[in-house]
């Protein structure tokens, strides 16, 4: 479905090579290139995991689940900004939490007057959730409250709740993939596949070809991207964290975005929760701790955990709001159309908010 946006594959590399001042163009092209390379990346993980069985699978799922978003993040990393890549870690967990389920459950809800999941992994995913904005909260709160602020300490502090997040993580799997598999997804593990490939079952070595190359060209294509963010941001007015957060953050999930909406219209509601939350838990859970860890070898500096209180807001009312509708365990077209409001809403208060250099480029 979204196989023809290949096209600015090539556009973005001849803006980037022949027109290197247009940068608004190359941020544009980069941005929408970016979206069917993530879209084939997610399909290859889904036929190798197909064929790895259910613990593998879904273990392969969980890792490349993100990973579009991930290498965008690692190189803007690479750059030193900073404040990009935490702008765009709030913006992956508030838009999948707001405007992936809110779009999917409208788009089911406008189908089916009434859609049913499983309550239970629901709540599990609603308390997983809160422990993540908890960490986000936290080494926020130490920096604001420990005036004058110490970098040692708070580069310290977010380096051990890293850790903690990534064990976490490992024990969130262990749970979903082990020993509660019946609370969440009892789609079999090539659902997401047939949203893309009506042709069969790819062979281990297509796939893996694919998600090799998809995931080449991401980096080559995120290096344009992060390249021309700044200049674009300051061309159109808008600051480096609405960028972030609601840019980056859109072009990151656009793929799965559609496939979650794709299921929810089948009334398939636990994989599109899967998709959704599931997506939000892997951003807190193991692609910011990640990123503090990486920082340490390819950032100019070390990366901490002290985001802008405005994201902090963002993401603990969208863990509230996400938790108070999914938690009963059914969903009506209304219930995402609020979603999608309270997204609407923070999108524009990012919007003109200005950059904090004190924080974001902390």
């Known amino acids: 479905m979204l196989n023809w946006l290949l096209i ?82 709030t913006g992956s967990i508030i838009g999948n939490l707001l405007l992936v ?19 239970k992994g629901a709540r ?60 969440f997804m009892t789609e079999t593990a090539g659902a997401h596949a047939e949203q893309h490939d009506g042709h069969g079952q790819w062979s281990t070595t297509k796939a893996v070809a694919v998600l090799a190359g998809a995931t080449a060209l991401i980096a080559w294509i995120s290096e344009m991207l992060v390249g021309s963010v700044e200049q674009t941001a300051e061309q159109f007015g808008m600051s480096s964290i609405f960028v972030g957060v609601i840019v980056v953050a859109i072009v990151g999930n656009a793929a799965e975005h559609s496939t979650a909406i794709v299921v929810a219209r089948k009334n398939r509601m636990d994989l599109s929760l899967s998709i959704a939350v599931g997506s939000s838990i892997q951003i807190a859970l193991f692609v910011a701790p990640l ?16 985001f802008s209180p405005a994201e902090v807001l963002a993401v603990a009312l969208s863990v509230a709001v996400a938790g108070q509708i999914t938690g009963d365990g059914e969903s009506n077209w209304l219930e ?11 999108g524009i208060v990012f919007f003109f908010l200005p950059d904090a250099p004190g924080v974001a480029g902390h």
């Open 336 to 346: 995402g159309a609020q979603l999608l409001v309270v997204y609407i809403i923070i």
């Open 291 to 306: 990123l503090v860890l990486a920082s340490r070898f390819i950032g100019p500096k070390p990366m901490d955990l002290v």
């Open 101 to 119: 389920l809110g779009a999917s459950i409208l788009a089911g809800g406008l189908k089916f007057e009434t859609q049913q999941f499983n309550a």
């Open 8 to 89: 600015f594959v090539p556009i973005a590399a001849g803006l980037h090579y022949f027109r290197p001042e247009s940068h608004a163009l190359i941020f544009l092209a980069a941005s929408v290139a970016i979206i069917p390379l993530a879209g084939w990346m997610g399909t290859a993980t889904e036929h190798l995991a197909a064929k790895t069985g259910e613990g593998i699978g879904g273990l392969l799922n969980a890792t490349f689940g993100n990973a579009a978003e991930l290498i965008i993040a690692l190189v803007a990393l690479n750059k030193g900004l900073y404040d990009v890549v935490k702008a765009s870690l």
């Open 124 to 183: 599990t995913q609603a308390t997983t959730l809160t422990l993540a904005a908890i960490a986000l909260i936290l080494p926020a709160a130490f920096h604001y409250l420990s005036q004058p602020a110490n970098i040692l300490l708070e580069n310290d502090l977010s380096l051990d709740i890293s850790i903690v997040l990534l064990l976490t993580y490992a024990l969130s799997l262990w749970f979903t993939l082990r020993t509660h598999t019946e609370f």
